[in-house]
């Protein structure tokens, strides 16, 4: 998909430490224990997950098993916790508003919540602005990092999470009508995901393009300079695959969609315990899409230069 187009193009990387009332967190301080997570909306509700692998010993941890809704997967337990404090939420919320920004990571680090992201830095300012207003609350911002981004790419092959590259595409004169795809059809641009599941119907996107869009309709500008733009789309086939997501509770770390010849093709990247679930639910999207021609696995495996830089 030629990912070193895009790389830097968010050209800042964040980390944000939290602390706050958590049988997650709590858990985490008593035994030491760590590991990834995610951030889950469910309309007006913010959900944390925590994952905790089956290949790991996991004695100490079943005390959190009696304290939370559990869910049992092939590979691992999928632990959740509900956000009740109205001010951790909205931080949430404001910092999912800024535009230019997208969370890469959510886990837990030090008895810390830890939230791993990239952002252009025209967003710098909004970003500044919330810690600023979050600074003295309840729950306590522990550690804030802003530097240079690394890349997707690296942070992608660093993470002490393995990822799994899941690539499929479509027939794109098959979506032709709806406004995003029509973007990619007409310029060399590629869109990121900002939003793992929909926000009253409709999914944020990052579209990274060689051209000026910002005549375009609903387009927000990031950077004039570097035609990086946001903007919603409701197009019915990711609303598909987000509803089957939102079923299994799953969630990406990434998600690309360009257009390569007539082929509309997606890129999800998730941690490898979790792909193989996904998959399951990408089949389930071609049955009820009740055309099996349409959909094509074009690649699953781990990250690399393979899956990242060259095209179906």
Known sequence: MKLSRIDTKLNKYFEIALNFKS?????????????????????????????????????????????AEVNEREHYFL??????????????????????????????????????????????????????????????????????????????????????????????????????IKILKETNATVQFVDNNPIHGSFRAIIYSDRDLSSVENMTVISERDHIYETKTNDSILLLLASKAMSNNLTLNFMFLYVYGDRLVINFILPTYRAKDYFKQIIDTEIDLNNFAWLTLESYGPVNDGNMESDP
Request: charged share 20%.
């Open 79 to 180: 632990v959740r916790e509900k956000m009740t404090d109205p001010a951790l939420v909205e931080f949430f919320t404001d910092l999912d508003n800024i535009n230019g920004l997208v969370i890469s990571y959510a886990g837990i680090e030090s008895g810390n919540m830890i939230i791993k992201g990239f952002m252009h830095e025209n967003s710098e300012m909004d970003f500044s602005n919330l810690i600023y207003k979050y600074n003295y609350t309840e729950f306590n911002i522990v550690q804030i990092t802003l530097k240079p981004s690394p890349g997707f790419y690296y942070f992608m092959k660093n993470t002490d999470t393995a990822l799994q590259s899941i690539i499929v595409s479509l027939p794109v004169a098959e979506f032709s009508q709806y406004r995003v």
């Open 23 to 67: 049988n997650h967190l709590a858990l985490s301080q008593a035994t030491g224990y760590e590991g990834a997570g995610a951030l889950f909306r469910d309309g007006d509700d913010l959900f944390f997950d925590f994952f905790i692998l089956k290949s790991e010993d996991i004695g100490r941890l079943k005390p959190l098993f009696q304290l």
